[in-house]
């Protein structure tokens, strides 16, 4: 166990140092870091399930700035304890929650360190002291948001597998259902946030036509999307195929000849 909280734990790190050090490379999304934590812990799939239902939730979440809750360290806990205590995918957002919550909290007292050495720096470069800046901005800092995220994720790994499921038994059923609700909601939020950018006038009947399929045709994702590709392809080559016919004024296509053309002229 031990071993493993580890682990999570570094998970936790590289994915909060992503956008930070790594310039982004979108493994601070939930998706991802459930998907690496069930590859790690042997089960790929509650992983996938996990941080899929995390990523909707986190986009319900979402808002405008620097602002809002970020729910992938308490995705990642979650997604870790389901799998080694074998709970239902809809306890990880009962665990994610005060994770989220807590981690909030730790950022915020490290911001205000932060900021601190902020003015370190500013001091130091004032000093002509640039190797001391350096450490600060590349060492310390990295370091503190290593350690405020290691930290939480390992001891909720570590100590949580074992309390866990008597805390989920001891919850009365219906606040755990009430949680399930209200995950949904959120998730179809996060769901509805992101078609917005999506859908338009032009493809809101694509929409409609897979939602249809997918409710009344009984095939698998996997299946209608493959239909899907297949459709888009023969989209593409009605629309832009052949570009080299054209329409002449009655209707009728014509062949472009651009050597006849030039002779014309």
């Not at 071993?3 to 998706?31: Q, T």
């Not at 405020?148 to 790994?157: E, G, K, R, S």
Request: charged share 15%.
């Amino acid at each position: 166990m031990l071993f493993k909280a580890i682990i999570v734990g570094l998970i936790a790190v590289f994915a909060r140092i992503d956008s930070r050090m790594l310039g982004r490379l979108n493994f601070e999304r939930p998706l991802i870091t459930c998907t690496l934590v069930g590859l790690f812990l042997g089960d790929i799939k509650v992983g996938l399930l996990v941080g899929a239902q995390m990523e909707m939730v986190s986009l319900g979440f979402m808002s405008i700035g620097a602002s809002g809750f970020d729910m992938n360290m308490g995705s990642i806990a979650g997604c870790a304890l389901v799998i080694l205590t074998g709970a239902k995918i809809e306890t990880a957002l009962a665990i994610a929650t005060p994770m989220t919550l807590l981690i909030t909290l730790i950022e915020t007292a490290a911001s205000v360190v932060r900021i601190s050495m902020t003015h370190m720096i500013d001091n130091y470069v004032d000093k002509s002291e640039y190797k001391k800046a350096k450490l600060v901005d590349i060492f310390w800092g990295p370091m503190l948001y290593a350690v405020c995220t290691f930290v939480p994720v390992f001891m909720a790994v570590y100590l949580g597998a074992d309390v866990i499921n008597a805390i989920v038994n001891a919850v009365p059923q219906f606040v755990l259902d009430g949680i399930t609700l209200g995950a949904n909601l959120v998730a179809f939020f996060g769901f509805a946030m992101l078609l917005s950018v999506m859908i338009n006038k032009k493809n809101a009947i694509f929409f409609f036509f897979g939602f249809a399929i997918a409710a009344y045709s009984g095939l698998s994702l996997t299946a209608i999307a493959i239909i899907s590709i297949i459709m888009a392809v023969l989209f593409y080559q009605i629309k832009y195929g052949d570009g080299s016919l054209q329409l002449s004024s009655n209707g009728q296509v014509d062949d472009y000849d651009e050597l006849e053309d030039d002779l014309d002229d």
